[in-house]
């Protein structure tokens, strides 16, 4: 390891520690890297750069944000959590179990964990509040629950880890739905088992009629993830062209069916998309700059040779590479993440014999972690201030969600078929 690439770590990890932002600590870094080395001139950051980002497929990117964010003020989420309610009833937990549910089905429509919580917790955590649910307890059970957004398809992070490591979207999408609906069921069951020690109860009670007014209600809204999954596995669109339909899709029933979409809404909801979407591709543009010096530097070499000679067991080096996963996800943002550390796993996978879509499922919900776990926590901050309490109210009942949620992770290590399977089928 030469002395430019420890300096190259090294003022990554101080802008990290200082609290920078994760496009200008990848940028920065690499750009002393280049000044320090002399390894190239600098117009190569923004050759870098620009190459990152110049990719069809990103384009996805912008319009599932958008689909997302026309679905929420659309009327579409009303309509989710209505269903969900209806389905649960006066349970113990319930209205737990409705807010974990109804992410679920939301994140199979926005793409976004911080849009999951944002959307289904302000409606949620104000009657969670009512009914006597503990407000540390309800934020805890929405971050987790919202991050599924970033594992049920369609994901935003899927998109990019197929783009850096040139993995199949569609099989992505589709290996991705029973380890989102395994993660959903185990969060569930935690919100149950706290709930039951504490006495918090649902809504209104179980009732056929209201089950089947709710769900006709909610056909529009549940019509929108079959035809994004279902047209790309039939090959009808390409995942970016399904966003663009998705697009339209919520358009129409926003616009024309319920008429919640006003000019005013529509433009907000552009400048919206447009400054998510800005510091995204900043983070990819970055991060490609970054990658490109550590694959200059044979960063994936060193980092194949080190876990080889430490196992021969594929099992044994998935493991590892989840442990670093989960120690990263705890400060640095998701997309950096899969950009940095994508090009460095993929040598390792090859020499393994696993599949990158299998591992990018893997990551995926590590990553989901990640965003509940501080001191970064994106998700489960988002939770805290929808549910306007300090961070640390969360703290006391985070454990157990996280902990099946790791529980999960490690089922999903041990028995790879329940990510494979489904993908081998359909495709």
């Known amino acids: ?27 920065l870094s690499s750009m002393f890297y280049l000044l320090i080395a002399d390894a190239a001139p600098m117009i190569v950051v923004a050759q870098r750069a620009v ?23 659309g009327g579409l989420a009303p309509r989710i959590i209505a269903l969900c309610s209806a389905l649960i009833g006066r349970r113990t937990g319930g209205l737990a179990m409705v807010m974990i ?63 850096a490591t040139n993995s199949s979207i569609g099989q992505l999408f589709v290996a991705a739905i029973l380890p989102g609906i395994l ?15 504490n006495g918090w109860q649902g809504g209104e009670p179980f009732s056929w ?21 279902g047209g790309i596995r039939l090959g009808i669109f390409t995942p970016t062209e399904a966003a663009g339909i998705g697009v339209a899709y919520a358009l129409f029933i926003g616009v024309v069916v319920y008429r919640a979409l006003t000019l005013t809404t529509l433009m907000r909801l552009l400048r919206e998309t447009t400054e998510m979407t800005g510091v995204i591709l900043l983070v990819i543009a970055s991060a ?21 000679q430490a196992t021969q067991s594929g099992t044994v080096a998935l493991l590892m590479m989840m442990a670093v996963l ?14 940095i550390l994508a090009p460095v796993f993929l040598p390792i996978l090859g020499h393994y014999g696993i599949d990158p879509v299998y591992f990018g499922i893997l990551l995926t919900i590590n990553l989901a972690i990640g965003a509940n776990t501080p001191p970064l926590g994106i998700d489960l901050m988002a939770a805290c201030r929808v549910g306007e309490i300090p961070l640390s109210a969360s703290f ?9 949620m790791v529980g999960v992770l490690l089922l999903l290590v041990l028995f790879p078929a329940l990510i494979t399977d489904l993908p081998g089928i359909l495709f």
């Open 101 to 163: 549910i109804a992410c679920m089905m939301f994140g199979s429509l926005s793409g976004s964990g911080v849009a999951d919580v944002v959307a289904i917790g302000t409606m949620m955590l104000p009657a969670m509040r009512d009914q006597g649910y503990a407000p540390g307890f309800s934020a805890s059970a929405l971050g987790c629950a919202g991050s599924l957004g970033t594992v049920i398809p369609p994901s935003i992070v899927l998109i990019v880890y197929g783009t």
């Open 209 to 229: 009629g209201e089950l089947g007014r709710a769900a006709k209600g909610s056909v529009l809204a549940m019509l929108a993830p079959i035809i994004i999954v």
């Open 1 to 27: 390891m030469s002395l430019a690439l420890i300096l190259l770590l090294v003022v990554f990890a101080v802008l990290v520690l200082l609290d920078a932002p994760i496009a200008v600590a990848l940028g």
């Open 183 to 197: 993660l959903g069921l185990g969060l569930m069951l935690v919100a149950w088992w706290i709930s039951r020690r």
């Open 326 to 339: 989960l120690i990263l996800g705890t400060f640095m943002e998701s997309i950096a993440i899969i950009l």
């Open 51 to 73: 190459a990152g980002i110049n990719s069809f497929t990103l384009l996805a990117i912008p319009l599932f944000l958008l689909a997302g964010l026309l679905m929420v003020h």
């Open 396 to 404: 006391k009942y985070l454990l157990p969600f996280l902990g099946v």
């Open 288 to 308: 490609s700059v970054f990658g490109w010096i550590l694959a200059a530097e044979q960063v994936p070499q060193m980092a194949v040779n080190g876990i080889t």
